[in-house]
């Protein structure tokens, strides 16, 4: 019998597979963990646990968001404004 929570769980690796392109210690470093996260669960049976878990991994999307925004921030803020205007 299929589970009917696998397809948000391919869309959630999807989805932290995508946003590992841009990580700062590089996307293979990224997709070997994420790799290894999903692995580690994959004998979860339970749907409350699988649901769980979807939502712990939504949590790291949303947090990877959050660290791409300030990394861009940043950026924009360091070529905007020169060291002596804040000085």
């Not at 397809?7 to 841009?22: A, F, H, I, M, P």
């Not at 790799?35 to 749907?47: E, H, M, R, Y």
């Not at 791409?68 to 360091?78: P, S």
């Amino acid at each position: 019998m299929a589970n009917p929570l696998r397809g948000d769980v391919v869309k959630l690796y999807k989805n932290l597979l995508y946003l590992g392109r841009e990580y700062p210690k590089g996307q293979s470093y990224f997709k070997e963990r994420l790799k290894k996260a999903f692995l580690k669960n994959k004998d979860v049976t339970d749907p409350e646990k699988i649901k769980e878990l979807i939502g712990r991994g939504e949590f790291v999307i949303k947090e990877l968001e959050a660290l791409y925004y300030l990394k861009k921030y940043r950026a924009m803020k360091q070529r905007y404004y020169s060291e002596e205007q804040n000085s």
